[in-house]
């Protein structure tokens, strides 16, 4: 069964500090991950894209890294602002036979504090 | 920017009532995707539509029906509302073939 599993389920850092949160995933054949950013009462909003052959994509301060081999991703976000609290998703789009299906993480709750 | 919008943020509905919620899209996608968000399980897929007139079940298609008459418009109908309806309903656009998808905010509905 495919499954997007995401670590920590929240996380409370102060601004101005780093933070890396975890994707591990069983999906395959795999295609691509996208990282979205989910705030408040929002609809998500995709930050990267990252495909089988790409180890690592930056997006101003968030960098997400992917190791195919041990279906693994970060998301690092560097120099935490206020702006950055909210609810990060982890999706792994799978290769099926009646085309693309994606698999969404329950995702990561951050908050950034003063 | 590519816009969503979903017609209701808030929807507050009794028990057996028939439902619509709206969506419509600004960018001339031909995907278009519902979805509902619950706490501890993330986002699952409800129904999705690759053309007009076209629909195809997601997961958890039980309990709801789409429409998709207009490119633009994408509906999802509950017939009969019951509390296990409960929940954010997430629409969502996108290009074909691993485009991103692009959300509307939201509509949370509470059937009681």
């Known amino acids: 069964k495919n499954q997007v599993e995401q670590s920590p389920q929240s996380l409370i850092i102060l601004e101005g500090k780093n933070c890396t949160l975890q994707?591990?995933?069983?999906?395959?054949?795999?295609?691509?991950l996208r990282w979205y950013k989910q705030d408040t009462g929002r609809g998500p909003v995709s930050l990267t894209i990252?495909?089988?052959?790409?180890n690592t994509k930056s997006n101003g301060r968030y960098t997400a890294t992917l190791d195919a081999d041990t279906k693994q991703s970060s998301l690092h976000i560097t120099a935490s602002q206020l702006s950055d609290s909210a609810s990060y998703i982890c999706?792994?789009?799978?290769?099926?036979?009646?085309?693309?299906?994606?698999?969404f993480g329950t995702g990561t709750q951050l908050k950034v504090e003063l | 920017d590519v816009k969503v919008t979903q017609s209701s943020r808030y929807l507050v509905k009794r028990t057996g009532e028939k439902v619509f919620l709206e969506c419509v899209q600004d960018?001339?996608?031909?995907?278009m995707f519902w979805y509902r968000q619950d706490p501890g399980l993330g986002l699952r897929l409800i129904y999705f539509?690759?053309?007009?007139?076209?629909?195809e079940k997601g997961d958890i298609p039980e309990g709801y029906s789409v429409s998709r008459e207009k490119k633009e418009r994408f509906s999802l109908i509950l017939e009969s509302a019951s509390t296990n309806q409960t929940s954010m309903y997430l629409c969502?656009?996108?290009?074909?073939?691993?485009?991103?998808?692009?959300f509307g905010n939201g509509t949370r509905l509470t059937v009681t």
């Open positions: 539509s690759y053309d007009v007139k076209m629909k």
């Open positions: 994707c591990n995933y069983t999906v395959s054949p795999f295609s691509n």
């Open positions: 969502a656009s996108s290009r074909p073939l691993n485009s991103p998808l692009h």
């Open positions: 999706v792994v789009t799978g290769v099926t036979g009646g085309g693309n299906k994606l698999t």
């Open positions: 960018m001339d996608h031909e995907n």
């Open positions: 990252m495909t089988f052959s790409e």
